[in-house]
């Protein structure tokens, strides 16, 4: 379990054993399985990994907008720095009303999202202005002169010229790349804390992709907020990211800081994710690898390495028979592995 | 827009003339015409008629034409004088028997088209809302049940049932004291008890219809993503419900609103005939059978053209009502 | 270069996947199908309709012409089992009945005669018919011996036995709309199928045509139409003529659905591979583009049989379908169009029971195949 290790300062956003279940036709899926993170305050932190990990819900859970399907369990304790919390203790987000009006007041005001499909995201009957605006008249001004005002001013800071007519337009007449910008200013239109990003680039062209992300980034020093970036690029990691988590089958199997990860991956799956990533000025005659197998869905597992059945280093005897405990590998990284756990069970 | 609307009306004047000729040609299939019938009947009632008689009757009918003449005719008529013909049954100008009826064929048709929306379209969303609950399934059964009950027999049921409960089986739209009275208060709520069923047996299968495409509708939109955006923007769920999905999902419900008048204006006649109303159902229905060409034909003509011009409102309200065809015309 | 690509790889996944969980279409439907209860349990009790149509005059006591005016308008007979005395009897029976006149209202009333008893027995012999239209046969499922009469259902304004004449009338009933819909399937998919694939006038002119016909409404056309057939013909002309006017009314919907599959399906990476490797039209459409909506193609089918079961109801209530001395439900449900008629012998509505059993079955029929073909659903 990550210890109490003395932090400068609180995180911003803690979560403890954060599990999600949902009821199948054929069994309960595990599909977030005891997960821990924290968030600090200005810093970003990537959770990767493959689809139907379990990332967008874990991501989704902290502001409770998973469908009611989910049954949720565990803390989220949100400290946040602003009023009028600030002064006060920290607040578990999952404890509250998830219609309710204190979690409607941090949603959008304190933690905002952006989402993968930025078409999709916004609904084609109402214009751009109406949508960004929309968040603004909730948590900000009641004026709709003001809110208008603070509207064209984001859209201006996310790159968008022409913002008079550009606030009178429908999604569709933006480009892909346009209506994540829009996106992004409708996010950060209220100076959240954290902004969760879920595969913010994933629909869009490389070229595009570079700038999004580069458009995050410059707005995250401007605004100080914290990123939660969900995300299967590794490539995104590397250039955003302080932290990493590495998600598999509803774990977080691996995390540590951003270099670390990349320099000293620890567990099979973290390793095999970097194998099967292009490089430059790589060996061009090796071919990239990949996992082999793929995931198993998580309805009825029995306790064991999710991993197990790809795993190459897979100890048999060991790995299937239990669950796997966290180590610590020093201060900041630790894994989810036996290779490195001193409690093999019965052995 | 104004070019799409002018396009799809130049469009739908080639279209409404086939339906011309087909109508006429339609209404002479039976076999037999207006003066054999006549013949029939009066010889049932023991007069006697010669040959030469049932000639003559042509002649003054203009019956004796070829049919291609009596098309241009009749067509040539309707076009310049704006006369369509004259009913033999009613021994009146066509236009003079629609307009004695058509007051009151509006007036069931309007009322069993607010009907329909306002009863189906609250329903259409709760179901959607509270998908898999008691009200649903229950709601969505009762659809079913609308759906596959004929209506005429509805009207029966219904009929004996308020024959056994408030001891009037409802006939017709007015009793019988009100039937010739002048315009009242009482008149008028006479005929609102008298609507009641007409309104729910001709309405009963649009609003099944309508809670079944809603439904489909609110669902398909509550699992979209701009759902979920607006709730991380921390709007309430009830604004949610409103502004987005079931925004969205009146799109193509509005868009029913031009062919749904015409629908109900044709799926009355059954209702009517059974119920005994006095609108234009029956009548109609009655020419047809007694070779009253004129009247059957210009009937027939106008529930196609109905339903051309309700095809076009509707294809106008969806382009008008979808963002992404209403940006077009604005040029941009 | 890019699409070419992508075509490739879509061409190497099936092979790379021949795994037990990739199988046929129709199996993936089938299974996704049998989770749907409601459309199982309408397939069986369709079945048993259809069945009972089948075997109509061998199940039917009585045949169509067979009436006795001793009989009109007698209440359904209750099958017994205990006697007036309280004597269990191990088959079956019913007692005679007995009319008289109500005091009050000086109406004809039925009463069961306790003093004529008559067992229900199977396999009697009645009337002469021919087995499956086939084979001569005057063997009779169930009946009483005479002077007895068996009434399940009560009989009509003629004394003829409502239940003999619903099985009967369900021959007419529910064979109409699937010969009607059958027929207008073969028309949708050619015509459909032609506009869609070959584009250019033969599309404009067929679709200039489909919107005539569609201008016109259903209701009033099928009246009109109807109108027109002679009254006295033939039973087996009269069935033609109807089955026609239905198909010509319905086919359009198909041709339209059709049409639109072929179009969107016309421009799919694999069908314009086909295209460019030189494989002919036939089998492009045959190959390629059918199995592509021939599913959703059933369902629409399916799903535009109960209008058409409405519609002959409809037609032949108001006297402008099947006509005497044929019967169909519609025919039976002439009798029930009087409030009198239904408050004084309520059971001449029972064969609205059925029509409504009928539809509400093939709708469940058809949403159960429309969410096991839809693959885009849950």
């Known amino acids: ?301 029995p306790p064991m390495c999710g991993f197990y059945d790809r795993c190459k280093d897979r100890i048999e005897g060991v790995c299937n028979r239990q669950s796997v405990p966290a180590t610590q590998i020093s201060d900041t990284h630790t894994v989810r592995c036996f290779l490195y756990s001193d409690q093999k069970g019965g052995q | 827009m104004l070019q799409y609307t002018l396009k799809r009306i130049l469009l739908a004047i080639p279209v409404v003339f086939f339906i011309s000729v087909i109508v006429f040609y339609i209404i002479q299939l039976p076999p037999g015409d207006y003066v054999s019938n006549y013949a029939a009947e009066a010889s049932v009632a023991g007069e006697v008629f010669t040959q030469a008689d049932m000639d003559a009757m042509r002649a003054d009918l203009g019956l004796d034409r070829p049919v291609y003449e009596q098309y241009f005719i009749w067509i040539k008529d309707i076009v310049f004088y704006g006369d369509f013909g004259f009913s033999f049954n009613y021994n009146k100008p066509v236009l003079a028997v629609i307009e004695q009826y058509m007051g009151l064929t509006l007036t069931v048709s309007l009322v069993t088209m607010a009907f329909q929306y306002l009863v189906a379209i609250p329903i259409g969303i709760y179901c959607a809302v509270k998908q898999y609950s008691i009200g649903d399934y229950f709601f969505s059964g009762l659809s079913f049940l609308g759906m596959a009950t004929p209506h005429f027999l509805m009207a029966v049921i219904l009929m004996f049932l308020s024959y056994t409960w408030f001891g009037d089986p409802l006939l017709g ?160 | 270069m890019r699409r070419f690509g992508k075509r490739q790889a879509a061409a190497a996944e099936p092979a790379m996947d021949k795994d037990a969980n990739y199988s046929s279409q129709w199996r993936l439907i089938y299974v996704r199908f049998k989770k749907h209860k409601l459309a199982r349990i309408s397939l069986v009790v369709l079945a048993l309709l259809y069945a009972g149509a089948l075997f109509a005059q061998f199940l039917a006591p009585y045949g169509l012409e067979n009436y006795d005016s001793k009989y009109v308008n007698a209440p359904p007979m209750k099958l017994r089992f205990v006697d007036a005395e309280g004597k269990f009897h191990i088959q079956p029976f019913v007692y005679g009945l007995k009319s008289g006149r109500d005091p009050e209202t000086m109406r004809k009333v039925f009463t069961s005669d306790t003093e004529k008893k008559y067992s229900l027995q199977f396999f009697v012999k009645g009337e002469k018919y021919k087995f499956l239209g086939l084979v001569p046969s005057s063997t009779h499922l169930i009946g009483v011996k005479e002077p007895g009469r068996l009434f399940l259902l009560g009989t009509d304004a003629l004394g003829r036995d409502l239940f003999s004449r619903i099985l009967l009338g369900s021959q007419v009933s529910l064979s109409i709309p699937l010969v009607g819909v059958g027929i207008s399937f073969v028309l949708g998919l050619i015509i459909g199928g032609a506009s869609g694939y070959f584009g250019g006038w033969l599309d404009a002119v067929i679709q200039r045509v489909i919107e005539i016909i569609r201008s016109f409404p259903t209701l009033p056309l099928w009246m009109a139409l109807s109108a027109a057939i002679p009254p006295r013909i033939p039973v087996v002309r009269m069935y033609f003529y109807i089955v026609i006017i239905f198909a010509f009314i319905e086919w359009t919907g198909l041709a339209r659905v059709v049409r639109g599959k072929f179009i969107s399906l016309k421009n799919e990476d694999y069908v314009v591979a086909a295209k460019i490797a030189g494989v002919s039209d036939t089998k492009i459409i045959v190959k390629h583009l059918l199995p592509g909506f021939i599913s959703y193609l059933v369902v629409a089918t399916t799903l535009a049989i109960p209008g058409m079961i409405l519609a002959e109801t409809a037609m032949s209530f108001l006297g402008l379908g099947i006509r005497s001395p044929a019967t169909s439900w519609g025919v039976l449900l002439q009798e029930a169009q009087k409030i009198d008629n239904i408050a004084l012998y309520p059971w001449k509505i029972i064969p609205l029971g059925t029509v409504i059993l009928t539809v509400l079955t093939f709708n469940f029929l058809g949403d159960g195949l429309r969410d096991a073909a839809d693959p885009y659903k849950r």
């Not at chain 2, 009830?238 to 419900?253: E, G, H, Q, V």
Request: hydrophobic share 45%; net charge positive; proline share 5%.
């Open chain 1, 1 to 301: 379990m990550t210890a109490e290790t003395v932090q400068p300062q609180q995180p911003l956003l803690r979560v403890q054993d954060l599990k999600i279940r949902i009821q199948m036709d054929n069994g309960v899926m595990n599909a977030v399985d005891g997960v821990d993170f924290e968030i600090r305050k200005g810093k970003t932190l990537g959770l990767v990994g493959e689809s139907g990990c379990g990332k967008s819900l874990t991501s989704r859970a902290l502001i409770g907008i998973n469908p009611k399907e989910c049954e949720t369990s565990g803390t989220i304790a949100y400290r946040s720095s602003q009023e009028p919390e600030a002064k006060g203790e920290a607040l578990d987000l999952l404890a509250l009303d998830p219609n309710g009006r204190k979690i409607r007041s941090i949603r959008g005001r304190k933690i905002a999202m952006i989402f993968q499909e930025p078409m999709t995201a916004f609904s084609p009957m109402y214009t751009i202005g109406n949508q960004i605006m929309e968040a603004i008249l909730i948590h900000r001004t009641k004026n709709k002169k003001e809110a208008k005002k603070l509207a064209l001013e984001m859209l201006g800071k996310v790159g968008i010229s022409d913002q008079e007519k550009r606030f009178d337009q429908y999604p569709h007449e933006f480009s892909g790349g346009m209506r994540q910008r829009a996106m992004i200013s409708m996010a950060l239109s209220c100076n959240p804390e954290l902004l969760i990003a879920d595969e913010p680039t994933t629909a869009l062209d490389v070229t595009i992709q570079a700038q999004v992300l580069e458009l995050m980034k410059r707005l995250q020093q401007e605004f100080g907020m914290a990123i939660l970036l969900v995300t299967h690029d590794l490539g995104i990691i590397a250039e955003m990211c302080d932290e990493v988590a590495v998600m598999y089958l509803g774990k977080i199997v691996e995390q540590a800081p951003m270099k670390e990860i990349f320099r000293n991956p620890k567990h099979p799956y973290t390793k095999g994710l970097l194998r099967s990533m292009p490089r430059l000025g790589g060996n061009k005659a090796k071919r990239l690898e990949s996992i082999e197998g793929s995931v198993p869905i998580p309805v009825n597992m």
């Open chain 2, 173 to 332: 739209l007015f009793s019988a004291e009100y039937v010739n009275a002048p315009w009242s208060m009482d008149k008028a709520i006479d005929l609102a008890k008298h609507m009641v069923i007409p309104v729910i047996v001709i309405g009963l299968s649009g609003t099944a219809d309508l809670i079944r495409v809603m439904r489909g509708q609110m669902l398909d939109e509550l699992n979209k993503p701009n759902v979920v955006t607006a709730r991380a923007k921390g709007l309430s769920e009830r604004k949610i419900l409103f502004k987005y999905p079931t925004r969205a999902a009146l799109n193509p419900i509005v868009s029913t609103f031009g062919w749904s008048l015409t629908s109900i204006f044709t799926g009355s006649t059954i209702t009517a005939i059974v119920l005994n109303l006095p609108i234009q159902g029956p009548v109609m229905f009655n020419a047809l059978l007694g070779q009253d060409m004129y009247l059957a034909g210009t009937w027939l003509l106008f529930m196609a053209l109905l339903t051309v011009l309700g095809t076009l409102i509707s294809d106008i309200l969806l382009a008008w009502l979808d963002p992404k065809i209403r940006t077009e015309f604005r040029g941009t």
